[in-house]
């Protein structure tokens, strides 16, 4: 059996399936009822009409209309309606001719009225539907189960996959990508409802994947869905289970969105190309040239393909300002396997009222695991009073480490036993979870480990906390936004230093088809408090007045200074508000976005896409 309809010729229909006894005018008592006067008609009926098999656009289908009548002499006038943009109707005597016009499906009502007398009758309404398709068997509104589409591939992968597992791909056809995608999408997509339905036969599967999403947007006029990507399912895997991509090792941030652009070094990986002898990228760096085309105004096509390089091995070149000089120098840089460390520059402050905890967190990958615990095991080793975790580039990732990190910050007697998060799916989904089929229930505080890269079930350390000052940028997305929002849901102080974070309260389950992992959004995520409503991100502020205000300083981003040097901009603020509630005297420039896939030929392509992913096993 096909996956899906194919165009069909469909054959006239000749009469109907069903007959309905015409109805009698007037009469009773135990006599024969009278027959029908001159001036008063019997009421005639339209035998019942089946549904049609489904029209192809373009196709016309004759269908014969059968009347009763107690005067078998009466003649009778036709008249039919319908949706016009789905299928026409015309009337010839007794004849109905629909015309597909497009894709859907419409509901076809027909009456009869009596030709003769001055008191004609009307038959009550007789209704059949009529189903159009493309010529692909697109039928708008109308979604086969994902199932039915599920890995069969234009190109099927053979050989097994990092676990050893045998590719479950099949032989299809882009067509069935792409009906994958549609019916998918509709199912679990969260604003599933808000999505334009179009024929999968229309595009590519990366283009009809785009399509598959809200273009809605939120109260500041920004898109509502600014998450929905696609990844090589390979590279999505090594790099979050062992943090393992291509590149030079350093990430790069754009401060200023459209030409003239002006693109810095946010922060380099230990032992990678670009903290080499000869190179020594450090953070602020400025990238003026790559390959000689000009970052400023130069197109984004090489710029692209300098900075973001696709394969192993590839040498670029790239004219850069270091931070604090007047000169400019060349280095080449040759990408290579990086391996990234989620959690850097961990250290302890010493201050008149105390110690203070420091550490840089860039992503909530599974490698994070096990150097969070190592990290807040020597702070509180070191016996630390406050802690500043520097969320400015974390883009999120798993939500088990953000609910670890988050627990170990406020420790047992705050958060153990309290809710963590619970996950919204759409109105189809309101009692289980649509990708596990498990009971939608909270999720609690995660109190021990879990075994993404830490033996699982050890209990986890503690700082016992009742504040916690947070740097963030709006780089500082998803999963990192859900430590903010869980913390504040179990009412644990948040000091927000920095600018206001990316706004994402919305997570997805990754999924494989064909060797590509999309993301679509399938959940809000809210705190204790059920509060989730985020989606313009949260911002510092003296002077909260609204949900998504938290108190502490709006602070522009510091490419000056060295992660964990109190004299950087913010974490020198989160110093002092420490010190006296109060903040620096600083106008907000722009910020740094930090680029996950580079430049398009106007501004910035999506700078980051934000990962909140639900679960404690591998991706």
Not at 151 to 162: I, L, Q, T, W
Request: overall charge negative.
């Amino acid at each position: 059996m096909n996956r899906y309809a194919r165009g069909i010729a469909v054959p006239v229909l000749a009469g109907s399936l069903a007959w309905l006894a015409g109805c009698g005018g007037g009469g009773g008592g135990g006599g024969p009822a009278p027959g029908p006067s001159p001036t008063s008609n019997a009421r005639p009926s339209i035998a019942a009409i089946s549904d049609p098999a489904a029209l192809t656009v373009g196709d016309t289908l004759e269908v014969s209309v059968s009347v009763t009548d107690r005067d078998a002499s009466d003649t009778h006038t036709i008249e039919a309606s319908s949706d016009d943009s789905v299928v026409t109707v015309s009337v010839d005597g007794l004849t109905l001719t629909l015309s597909a016009q497009a894709s859907g499906t419409a509901t076809v009502t027909v009456t009869a009225t009596d030709n003769s007398g001055s008191a004609n009758a009307t038959s009550p309404a007789v209704s059949f539907t009529v189903t159009v398709q493309s010529e692909s068997g697109w039928v708008r509104g109308v979604f086969a189960d994902d199932a039915d589409f599920k890995d069969f591939c234009a190109v099927p992968r053979s050989g097994v996959d990092e676990d050893g597992d045998a590719f479950p791909d099949q032989q299809g056809a882009m067509l069935d990508e792409n009906n994958w995608l549609r019916s998918w999408s509709n199912d679990t997509y969260l604003w599933y409802d808000e999505i334009e339905d179009r024929d999968p036969a229309c595009c590519d599967t990366p283009t009809y994947f785009q399509h598959m999403k809200t273009e809605a947007t939120t109260d500041s006029g920004i898109p509502k869905d600014q998450f929905h990507f696609w990844e090589d399912t390979a590279a999505y895997v090594a790099r979050s289970r062992s943090g393992v991509s291509a590149g030079y090792g350093a990430r790069f941030a754009v401060l200023s969105r459209r030409p003239p652009r002006d693109i810095r070094v946010a922060y380099t990986e230990p032992g990678s190309p670009a903290t080499s002898a000869g190179v020594d990228l450090l953070r602020g760096t400025r990238i003026l040239r790559v390959d000689g085309v000009s970052v400023t105004n130069g197109a984004a096509g090489p710029l692209n393909a300098g900075l973001f390089p696709r394969r192993v091995g590839e040498t670029h070149r790239f004219l850069v300002q270091d931070p604090g000089s007047e000169e400019t120098r060349t280095v080449a840089m040759s990408s290579a396997v990086i391996t990234t460390d989620p959690v850097q520059h961990v250290r302890v402050i010493e201050t008149d009222t105390g110690r203070v905890g420091y550490m840089l967190f860039n992503s909530h990958i599974a490698p994070a695991e096990r150097r969070l615990v190592g990290a807040i095991r020597e702070l509180a080793d070191a016996d630390v009073e406050d802690l500043v975790l520097d969320l400015r580039y974390n883009p999120g990732g798993y939500l088990v480490i953000a609910s670890q990190l988050a627990y170990m910050i406020a420790g047992p007697s705050a958060a153990q036993g309290r809710v963590f998060s619970e996950l919204k799916f759409n109105s189809k989904h309101p009692t289980f979870n649509p990708v596990t089929g498990q009971m939608l229930r909270p999720t609690l505080f995660q109190t021990t480990t879990v075994g993404l890269s830490a033996s699982p079930g050890r209990a986890l350390p503690q700082l016992n906390l009742d504040r916690v000052f947070i740097i963030s940028g709006p780089s500082t997305c998803s999963a990192s936004e859900s430590i903010i929002n869980s913390l504040r849901g179990i009412d644990l102080e948040v000091i927000l230093i920095g600018a206001t974070t990316c706004g994402k309260p919305y997570g997805f389950y990754p999924t494989d088809n064909c060797g590509t992992t999309y993301f679509t959004v399938q959940f809000q995520s809210v705190n204790a408090k059920g509060f989730g409503d985020y989606a313009d991100g949260f911002t510092p502020s003296r002077n909260p007045s609204a949900r998504t205000e938290v108190p502490g300083c709006a602070v522009a981003d510091d490419f000056n200074h060295p992660f964990g040097d109190p004299d950087e901009a913010r974490l020198k603020a989160a110093l002092g508000y420490r010190e006296d509630e109060t903040c620096p005297e600083t106008t907000m420039a722009a910020d740094g976005f930090l680029l996950a896939e580079g430049l398009d030929d106007t501004s910035v392509g999506p700078a980051i896409r934000g990962l909140m992913i639900p679960g404690t096993g591998t991706p």
